[in-house]
């Protein structure tokens, strides 16, 4: 990628500074789910081993510039230690004199975890203040948290600015390679599959990966603007009235690129808030009544989808094909969470974009058997869509 990697640098005795995402679900002050912090183990790991002195700073969610107890890292860093195997040392901020002082103290082999980032206004205005107050901690830094990278804060971009060194740590490298292989060189057949609820969320991706992919798969609430394009009764399924030109013009483009479902599962009665749905039938998607909601695809798409899918040597998949959140309406995307395992298994390159796709293929218990499921679901979409994300520019060059 023509950017510093941290296995190029000499950590001997250096302090290390090290933007992770640890952005995690807590419960009852615990860790509920470390998949996250897993991730950045191998960096980590590399970087103790060569006796560097290692300093750690995340975000976790959104407390909008002022500290807010129930989000603090400090859950992370007693699950980081009991992933580790040894001591992890906190500090209740993430700049200022005892940070600097628990920074300096830090011995080879050693590792410090900062406070909430976003604890502060400035990291996410990217304040050059503070952007050269966290520097003053370390004398190299590597990013490994790709979750972050297509955003231009203190700690992803402004920090670069002061440090000799900037490096890519190996979850932000394996991110990049994969979404790289698959834009830009993929063995075909090579196919992208699109879902979730929008169009507008996905126009970027759509236009980037139309020239590029053999086929283009596309379900969710987003399919039923493409019918609606068709000038068909789509009922009280999801549209989006103002990109219903886009998508005429999208099908238009696409020549027989675009797949779209054939049938799909609708009820009388949906409340997401409450997880609750009325009655369910299966039926082609021409034939939607008045008052209907399509929420899954049907088992005659899921057949077709798995068709175009079979012989498939990549392909990258954003977004579900229904409502995967209630069991009742998730059928469409665990099905096709296992197409894409068993291609997987035959020797195709998947890539699961991040966000709800890697939630779903959790779900679907085929995580594994899945060539790479993105930790940054709004940095791999960035990236599908073809902008550079700032995060990675701001490396030093090779």
Known sequence: MGKLTVECLDLQNQRVLMRVDFNVPLQKGQVADDQRIRAALPTIDHIIKNNARLILMSHLGRPKGVPVAELSLRPCADRLAALLGRSVQFVDDCVGPEVERAAMDLHPGQVLLLENLRFHQAETDNDSDFSERLAKLADIYVNDAFGTAHRAHASTVGVTRYMAQSAAG????????????????????????????????????????????????????????????????????????????????????????????????????????????????????????????????????????????????????????????IEAT?????????????????????????????????????????????????????????????????????
């Open 170 to 325: 190996f979850l932000m490298m394996k991110e990049l390679d994969y979404l790289d292989r698959v834009t830009q060189n993929p063995r075909r057949p090579f196919l992208a599959i699109l879902g979730g609820a929008k169009i507008s969320g996905k126009i970027d991706v759509i236009a980037n990966l139309l020239p590029k992919v053999d086929h283009l798969l596309i379900g969710g609430g987003m399919a039923y603007t493409f019918f609606k394009a068709r000038g068909m009764e789509i009922g009280n399924s999801l549209l989006e009235p103002d990109k219903i030109d886009l998508a005429s013009q999208l099908l238009e483009r696409s020549g027989e690129k675009i797949v779209l479902p054939v049938d799909c599962r609708i009820s009388d009665l949906f409340d997401f808030k409450a997880g609750r749905v009325g009655q369910l039938k299966e039926v082609p998607v021409d034939r939607i009544p008045p008052g209907w909601s399509a929420l899954d695809i049907g088992p005659k798409s899921i057949s077709s989808f798995e068709k175009h899918l079979s012989g498939a040597r990549t392909v990258v998949w954003n977004g579900p094909m229904g409502v995967f959140e």
């Open 330 to 398: 998730a059928q469409g995307t665990y099905a096709v969470a296992k197409v894409l395992a068993k291609i997987t298994d035959q020797g195709a390159v998947t890539v699961i974009g991040g966000g709800d796709s890697a939630a779903a293929v959790r779900k679907a218990g085929v995580q594994d058997r899945i060539s790479h499921v993105s930790t940054g679901g709004g940095a791999s979409l960035e990236f599908l869509e073809g902008k550079i994300l700032p995060g990675v520019a701001a490396l030093s060059d090779k």
